[in-house]
């Protein structure tokens, strides 16, 4: 398959949505999962004018929220009716970005021609959960997360993790802090320009995302102590150089070459996506691999990609992972990323792909785009994509400045 020739099946991605992203406790603090996931899905199909009878399925990721099927869940809040089935599931932090290429396969393999993908997370409402007691006399413990790799791999902390990447890489704490600086800037810049407003789906009473701070410099990042490992002990990464504790839902629809063809819409062909594994004692370096692979089978380099998002769950974990692919940190994330909008774990791979939507699609930007996330437990996953403009449906020019309904 080339660009020049898609199949009738290639998936393609013809609308993209998210919510704000807010702080845990606040801005979204009532709103359970599914109330945040619902608007999201019922906005892609007004921006297609589709009915939900033409939905497949409707996949999304997610990691500490309910349990059972938020999915399911979320399409029936979102009025789609019985008919629609949803699936739920967890990779993670690259939860939205899998359930993506999850879809984006069924499409591939001619099972559907529309499926709305992404994911949601409210760590506001999370439940708290316990195990059980190990002695009928005993009591409940704390349950703090679910193991990422069982004995006798590492099973670190994210920061923990970050730390020992950051160090092994080389990568010193004034970086991080310029990296994260230069995130925020980013996202208050884009804010600023209003270049998120078309992508965002107000809920709540939440218009913007709450967590990018106007005028958080180097030198009030460097004011900071180290969150995970201490100074002394060579810990470099701090609140401010990492992602926050967020609520948020993202979601995009994946369709067919041949129906895309059909309404003439604009959009980003999935060209091909890798999951990979690896160390579950540095998991930050997961996009390497995935990246690496993901490239060398489409046989491009990273010169060719024009727009690149990573998951920046932290400033140090994401430049090692830049320097070992020789990838300049100021092409990643052009508007900011998780460090400045946040990261609902759930959904922030879905995040990405909204964000290169709006970056290539909405303002008719670069023709290639990259997505990446790394994973806890040692994976990564890379995604590449497409710019399709959109084509003349019975007389009506479809500009690739946003899909049929869009504001």
Same mark, same amino acid.
């Given at each position: 398959?080339?660009?020049?020739?898609?199949?009738?099946?290639?998936?393609? %991605?013809?609308?993209?949505?998210?919510?704000? %992203?807010?702080?845990? +406790?606040?801005?979204?603090?009532?709103?359970?999962?599914?109330?945040?996931?619902?608007?999201?899905?019922?906005?892609?199909?007004?921006?297609?004018?589709?009915?939900?009878?033409?939905?497949?399925?409707?996949?999304?990721?997610?990691?500490?929220?309910?349990?059972?099927?938020?999915?399911?869940?979320?399409?029936?809040?979102?009025?789609?009716?019985?008919?629609?089935?949803?699936?739920? %599931?967890?990779?993670?932090?690259?939860?939205?970005?899998? $359930?993506?290429?999850?879809?984006?396969?069924?499409?591939? #393999?001619?099972?559907?021609?529309?499926?709305?993908?992404?994911?949601?997370?409210?760590?506001?409402?999370?439940?708290?959960?316990?195990?059980? @007691?190990?002695?009928?006399?005993?009591?409940? *413990? &704390?349950?703090?997360?679910?193991?990422?790799?069982?004995?006798?791999?590492?099973?670190?902390?994210?920061?923990?993790?970050?730390?020992?990447?950051?160090?092994?890489?080389?990568?010193?704490?004034?970086?991080?802090?310029?990296?994260?600086?230069?995130?925020?800037?980013?996202?208050?810049? #884009?804010?600023?320009?209003?270049?998120? !407003?078309?992508?965002?789906?107000?809920?709540?009473?939440?218009?913007?995302?709450?967590?990018?701070?106007?005028?958080?410099?180097?030198?009030?990042? $460097?004011?900071?102590?180290?969150?995970?490992?201490?100074?002394?002990?060579? /810990?470099?990464?701090?609140?401010?150089?990492?992602?926050?504790?967020?609520?948020?839902?993202?979601?995009?629809?994946?369709?067919?070459?041949?129906? *895309?063809?059909?309404?003439?819409?604009?959009?980003?062909?999935?060209?091909?996506?890798?999951?990979?594994?690896?160390? @579950?004692?540095?998991?930050?370096?997961?996009?390497?691999? $995935?990246?690496?692979?993901?490239?060398?089978?489409?046989?491009?380099? =990273?010169?060719? !990609?024009? $727009? %690149?998002?990573?998951?920046?769950?932290?400033?140090?974990?994401?430049?090692?992972?830049?320097?070992?692919?020789?990838?300049?940190?100021?092409?990643?994330?052009?508007? /900011?990323?998780?460090? #400045?909008?946040?990261?609902?774990?759930?959904?922030?791979?879905?995040?990405? =792909?909204?964000?290169?939507?709006?970056?290539?699609?909405?303002?008719?930007? &670069?023709?290639?785009? =990259?997505?990446?996330?790394?994973?806890?437990?040692?994976? +990564?996953?890379?995604?590449?994509?497409?710019?399709?403009? +959109?084509?003349?449906?019975?007389?009506?020019?479809?500009?690739?400045?946003?899909?049929?309904? #869009?504001?």
């Amino acid at each position: 398959m080339t660009p020049d020739s898609p199949r009738p099946t290639s998936p393609v %991605i013809v609308a993209a949505r998210r919510t704000p %992203i807010a702080t845990a +406790g606040r801005g979204l603090a009532t709103l359970r999962v599914e109330q945040l996931a619902a608007p999201v899905l019922r906005t892609l199909l007004t921006d297609l004018r589709m009915p939900p009878t033409a939905v497949a399925d409707v996949v999304l990721g997610n990691c500490m929220g309910p349990g059972g099927n938020v999915a399911r869940v979320s399409a029936l809040t979102a009025g789609f009716g019985p008919s629609v089935p949803g699936v739920t %599931i967890d990779r993670q932090c690259g939860s939205g970005l899998d $359930a993506v290429t999850l879809a984006a396969g069924q499409v591939l #393999a001619g099972r559907g021609d529309l499926y709305l993908a992404g994911g949601a997370e409210s760590a506001s409402t999370a439940p708290i959960r316990a195990w059980r @007691p190990s002695t009928p006399s005993g009591e409940p *413990r &704390p349950f703090e997360r679910a193991p990422f790799a069982p004995p006798p791999y590492a099973d670190p902390e994210m920061g923990v993790a970050a730390d020992l990447v950051a160090r092994e890489a080389g990568v010193t704490r004034e970086r991080q802090d310029a990296y994260a600086a230069r995130s925020h800037a980013r996202a208050m810049a #884009a804010m600023e320009a209003k270049r998120f !407003v078309d992508e965002l789906v107000p809920v709540g009473g939440l218009e913007q995302d709450e967590r990018p701070r106007p005028g958080l410099d180097e030198w009030r990042l $460097a004011r900071l102590r180290t969150a995970f490992v201490p100074e002394a002990d060579g /810990g470099t990464v701090t609140a401010g150089n990492s992602c926050g504790v967020n609520d948020g839902a993202a979601a995009v629809a994946v369709t067919s070459e041949r129906r *895309r063809a059909e309404h003439g819409w604009p959009g980003l062909r999935l060209l091909d996506w890798e999951c990979a594994g690896t160390d @579950p004692d540095r998991p930050g370096l997961g996009p390497v691999t $995935a990246v690496r692979r993901l490239l060398a089978r489409q046989g491009r380099n =990273l010169s060719e !990609v024009g $727009a %690149i998002e990573f998951v920046e769950a932290f400033a140090g974990q994401v430049l090692a992972c830049a320097d070992a692919l020789h990838l300049d940190p100021a092409r990643i994330c052009a508007d /900011g990323g998780a460090l #400045a909008l946040g990261h609902p774990w759930g959904a922030t791979g879905a995040v990405t =792909l909204v964000r290169l939507f709006t970056r290539m699609v909405r303002e008719d930007g &670069p023709s290639l785009g =990259l997505a990446a996330v790394a994973v806890g437990g040692g994976m +990564g996953i890379a995604v590449l994509v497409e710019r399709v403009p +959109g084509e003349p449906v019975l007389g009506e020019r479809v500009t690739g400045a946003a899909p049929v309904g #869009a504001r």
